[in-house]
């Protein structure tokens, strides 16, 4: 058998059932009486409800049904954070145009949908605050009136930086926003719940990233023990953070299961998810960077708002973003005077939620255009400026402003590396000569330094309401002499059934094809909190190995008496067990031993068996920091104000790369997703509150045409924290393009005068700007 | 967003087809290749009660050359047109207008009679089909008759075909040895509709100028002024265009005016550069 544990890029098992179309996710199943859902939802942003009037045949359920259910609330040890209460369907107020308010169910959706027609609610419209601005203001409307303002929560990182600030000879300050995304995976969110008898328990089939958690979720809102709850996590097509939290839609879901004693099934549709769930990404802030005159920052100020939207989400709440936030602005930078005040602002729109690398793009964004701006300000390169800030690799570990430690890494090389992949010299000469088609041309960097692994050291602080601890996996020796690997983390597209079955080979020699996994099933796998914040193979990784070295341990006797030599001549490879003298004996043989012959085992054996439960968690869990640097090059068109990318780098470290083709196809779909918010992305509302991009034709997704050929400089440095020095990559890449093509954009119109600091590059937006800074030069001419 | 209860006609003939559309009132629509209704109809926007499915019907597939045109039947997919189911130079552009349609996987269903009935401001081939000034043809319950399709074009999502009719063909002049074709459709990506578009149609041998702008809101327009330029072979200047298109657009914004001038400025330095 050639190598193919860790750090070989062998095709993911999973692929065959997904290429074939043989996936089955949850709008596959089938259940006889199955009855569908469709939600009746707020055409208000903001509106008192009056009275609701129910349809003489059909059944739907309203607030007042669900009494019994407890409203969603979310805590978090954080000074001045306040905790909303959620209803599963809105009782006295709607707070965002797409809130459920009552639930039908027929025999098809297309029958729930004709029933939701003939429920009537009566509003009150009232006047909706929308951006933070409007909601902060003293007189402004609130959406919670038990509340005293429109803020959920306050978080600074305050420290003495004036005196510092002041005597700094450059000064550059910039407002930021990054617009309100949706997370839109292929498939929306599913769950299907039913009764089951004999178990005594609910049976749900959700999308769900982190079944255990969400059976937590279910038992607080239905008041059963977590005994009589299974939670399986079939496929999933796509889960970037969505499908991490629990939303009402589902728990009313679970709710009429149990009411009716009969199958219920609700699937999200894309209208539903560009409404109700335009639910990611929307912060704005502004920097103030004070540099030596070389650009070297010596203090930098920060001020960000978080639009959260109408309610803070379970379990990690709508504080998180801002957490995330002010931990990593200062980035690969070595910042020592950093001052980050926050405010988490409640608005009339859906409830903001973590998307693939949460509050970290915002962070980045800020960053890294102020990088920039500073290498402006002293008429330098911007890679000079970031040169001369960067952490160096004698620096490491390094630990950050923040307080977060940088295990390891050279963000120096980085830089280097994907700037000389993209030849910068090349560009300034193209960029200076005039172009056929007056298109303009530009190059931008952006860096960024990752969190990965994030583990209860972090969480732990924080005291939200699941944290996580240490990750076990369970490992089995089948009779016929295969290994079934059972985990509490949920593979929706990270490769897992892949990558973990890799680690059991790396540490059994066994071929990652006979290595079955189970995961996404409370009732099948070790707890766990999930696939979330890149930490499955830092940490399910870990425990993978941890369960499969103790099967060897359990493996070894039986082996050593079947090949009549010592349990500590044996070892494993080729799929075998081997000792001394070339002896070897297959996993079949050690497997007929202990299950179907016991009465050939020598006496003393462990009565454990061949299955086995192990944990993991780094002795310093404090994170293993992942790395890239991002180069774009663009051309900007001045009439049409559309960009085309015309080259783009990644130099990224993940440290130990499990799969390097996995990691690779990780980044990409993690830049393409950047590259999205970098430029098409937006979530629009009107005045009223009223979502105005609904369909995939108004909310634009980068598609293939859109998405440049990516090329990936990929760098190994081992995390010195972690089991195999592994660091997360999950969510890397899509931290980044939105800097590296803003930045990009605004060198190729820097003699137009145009310098953008907000997200999506729209052409509408990159126009307007051409426009305004032409204004201001006539303005400005004598 | 499942769609309103509705009854559904497979017709048989296009005489039942306009019978049905007769006796059904507003209230019945044609479905051709479902790629304007389909969504429509799946958001609850459009909600006919009866849909009369024209897709088998024989009289209105098939291309034939005839003295002077091309005639192209209604339900020709956009993706027959990209693969050259029309020949020649005409073929070549109406080729490369329907490529540049949405995704194949529309463009296998979406057909030209399809776009030409929904009228969609923003679609392709309103504003390419008016340039190369093609005819309708059109069958209800009074018999046929053709409509130039500066006619047909009525406005946004209006055209001049009644609710009882039905778009057999479309007739298109054959392009002559000299002819050229200028097109500039801007959108955020492919797929999406048309936020500034430019069709341009010269032909130096005979004089023939036709200058369009499109995705204006309302229906595709001619630019005469820019037209007379273009016959005597002038190129006029980007804000000479701007101030002729300023008043078809209606108050445009300066962001749309500008593209619009663009796109507008682009087709026309197509054919004029294109020798
Ligand atoms: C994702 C997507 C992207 C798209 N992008 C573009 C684009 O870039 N450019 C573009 O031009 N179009 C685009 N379209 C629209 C597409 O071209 C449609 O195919 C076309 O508009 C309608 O053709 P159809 O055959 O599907 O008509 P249908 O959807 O079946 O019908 C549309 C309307 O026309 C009526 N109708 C249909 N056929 C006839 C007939 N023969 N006689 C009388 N009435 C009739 C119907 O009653 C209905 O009102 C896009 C569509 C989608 C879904």
Redesign the interface.
């Known amino acids: 058998m050639s190598h193919k544990g860790i750090g070989a890029s062998i095709p993911r098992k999973e692929d065959e059932r997904f290429l074939k179309g043989r996936g089955e996710y949850v709008g596959d199943l089938f259940r006889p009486g199955l009855l569908e859902v469709a939600f009746v939802r707020s055409p208000h942003a903001h509106a008192r409800i009056l009275g609701i009037t129910r349809p003489i045949k059909g059944i739907v359920y309203t607030a007042a049904d669900l009494a019994a259910v407890p409203p969603i609330r979310a805590q978090i040890n954080l000074p001045g954070y306040r905790a909303t209460e959620q209803p599963i369907l809105a009782d006295r107020k709607v707070l965002f145009v797409g809130q459920s308010v009552a639930m039908c169910l027929a025999k098809?959706?297309?029958l729930a949908?004709?029933l939701s027609?003939e429920v009537g609610v009566d509003y009150e419209e009232l006047p909706p605050v929308l951006d933070v601005a409007d909601a902060l203001r003293p007189d402004a409307p609130r959406l919670h009136e038990d509340r005293p303002d429109n803020l959920l929560s306050v978080l600074n990182a305050e420290a003495p930086i004036d005196a510092i600030a002041a005597a700094a000879p450059v000064h550059v300050t910039r407002h930021y926003t990054n617009a309100r995304q949706a997370m839109a995976p292929l498939e929306g969110r599913a769950i299907l719940a039913e009764w089951n008898d004999r178990a005594d328990q609910l049976v749900v089939h959700v999308g769900h990233q982190n079944p255990h958690v969400f059976r937590a979720a279910l038992a607080i809102a239905l008041n059963l023990e977590e005994r009589r709850i299974r939670i399986i996590a079939p496929d999933i097509g796509g889960g970037f953070g969505y499908k991490a939290p629990a939303y009402p839609e589902e728990i009313a879901v679970c709710w009429a299961a149990m009411k009716l004693h009969r199958p219920v099934r609700w699937i999200e549709?894309?209208?539903e998810h560009l409404t109700a769930g335009a639910s990611a990404r929307e912060i704005s802030g502004t920097v103030h960077a004070h540099a030596d005159a070389e650009g070297r920052i010596l203090a930098l100020d920060v001020d960000f708002a978080v639009n959260i939207g109408a309610y803070s989400f379970w379990p990690h709440t709508g504080a998180f973003e801002a957490v995330q936030a002010i931990g990593i602005i200062p980035g690969p930078y070595r910042i020592r005077h950093y001052r980050a005040r926050s405010k988490t602002v409640l608005t009339n729109k859906p409830p903001q939620t973590p998307y693939r690398a949460v509050a970290r793009p915002a962070a980045c964004f800020m960053m890294e255009l102020t990088i920039d701006a500073v290498a402006r300000a002293v008429g330098k390169e911007p890679h000079e400026v970031r040169a001369l800030n960067l952490v160096s690799a004698a620096e490491m570990p390094y630990a950050s402003i923040t307080g977060k430690l940088y295990d390891s890494g050279d963000y120096p090389a980085s830089l280097r590396s994907a700037l000389s992949a993209i030849d910068l010299p090349a560009w300034r000469l193209k960029q200076a000569a005039p172009r056929a088609d007056g298109r303009a041309i530009g190059v931008g960097i952006a860096m960024y330094t990752e969190h990965t692994g994030i583990s209860t050291n972090t969480f732990g602080t924080m005291g939200i309401a699941l944290m996580p601890g240490y990750e076990q996996a369970n490992a089995r020796l089948t009779p016929d002499g295969d290994i079934e690997v059972a985990m509490g983390v949920q593979n929706h597209g990270q490769g897992m059934e892949t990558t973990m079955a890799q680690v059991a080979s790396e540490v059994l020699g066994i071929d990652p094809g006979r290595v079955r996994l189970l995961h996404g099933d409370t009732g099948l796998t070790p707890y766990s909190t999930g696939t979330y914040a890149s930490r499955a193979m830092v940490m399910n990784g870990g425990a993978v190995a941890a369960a499969c070295e103790r099967l060897a341990e359990r493996m070894r006797p039986l082996a050593a008496h079947l090949m009549q030599c010592a349990a500590h001549e044996v070892g494993f490879s080729g799929g075998r067990a081997t000792g001394p003298g070339g002896a070897t004996v297959g996993f079949g043989e050690i497997g007929r031993l202990w299950y179907k012959t016991p009465n050939e085992l020598p006496p003393g054996v462990d009565p454990a068996g061949l299955d086995v439960t192990a944990g993991y968690r780094p002795e310093d869990d404090r994170g293993a920091f992942s790395y890239s640097t991002h180069v774009a090059v663009v051309a900007v068109d001045r009439?049409?104000?559309?960009v085309e990318i015309l080259d783009y780098v990644v130099a990224d470290d993940c440290g130990t790369r499990v799969n390097p083709m996995i990691v690779d196809g990780q980044v990409l779909g993690g830049t393409a997703q950047g590259i999205g918010t970098a430029l098409?992305e937006e979530c629009l509302f009107d005045a009223s509150g009223q979502p105005k991009s609904v369909?995939l034709?108004d909310y634009?997704l980068?598609?293939p045409?859109?998405i440049p050929a990516i090329r990936l400089l990929p760098t190994e440095t081992p995390s010195p924290k972690t089991r195999f020095g592994i660091k997360g990559v999950g969510e890397g890449g899509a931290i980044a393009p939105a800097p590296a093509l803003l930045n990009a954009i605004n060198d190729a119109l820097r003699a137009d005068g145009v310098e953008l600091g907000a997200a999506p590059a729209?052409?509408?937006r990159i126009?307007?700007a051409i426009?305004i800074a032409r204004g201001a030069r006539a303005g400005a001419a004598p | 967003m499942k769609p309103a209860p509705f009854t559904y006609h497979r017709a048989a003939s296009l005489e039942q087809a306009v019978a049905l559309l007769a006796q059904g009132g507003g209230d019945t629509a044609v479905l051709s290749g479902g790629q304007s209704l389909g969504p429509m109809m799946n958001l609850r926007a459009a909600r006919p009660s009866q849909l009369v499915d024209i897709g088998r019907l024989e009289a209105l597939r098939g291309i034939s050359v005839a003295e002077g045109h091309v005639r192209i039947g209604a339900l020709s997919t956009h993706a027959a047109i990209e693969d050259g189911a029309v020949s020649g130079p005409l073929g070549r552009v109406l080729a490369r207008v329907a490529a540049g349609i949405a995704y194949r996987a529309v463009r296998n269903a979406g057909t030209i009679g399809g776009s030409l009935a929904h009228a969609d401001p923003a679609a392709d081939w309103p504003a390419a089909l008016l340039a190369l000034d093609a005819r309708i043809h059109l069958r209800g319950p009074g018999g046929d008759r053709a409509v130039a399709i500066d006619a047909f074009l009525a406005g946004a999502f209006e055209t001049a075909k009644a609710a009882d009719e039905v778009i057999v063909a479309v007739d298109v002049p054959a392009l002559g040895p000299t002819a050229r074709f200028g097109y500039v459709k801007f959108c955020r990506k492919p797929g999406e509709f048309a936020e500034a578009l430019g069709a341009v149609l010269y032909d130096p041998g005979s004089a023939q100028a036709r200058v369009v702008v499109g995705a204006t809101g309302s229906r595709a327009r001619r630019l005469p002024a820019a037209e007379a330029g273009l016959a005597a072979g002038l190129s006029p200047a980007a804000a000479d265009i701007a101030a002729l298109l300023a008043p078809v657009l209606g108050n445009p914004s300066a962001l749309v005016l500008k593209r619009q001038t663009a796109a507008v400025h682009r087709a026309l330095q197509e054919v004029l550069t294109d020798a």
């Not at chain 1, 009439?639 to 559309?642: A, K, P, R, V």
């Open positions: 098809s959706r297309a949908e004709d027609e549709d894309r209208f009439d049409f104000g559309s098409y369909t034709a634009i980068p598609g045409t859109e729209t052409p509408d126009l307007a426009e």
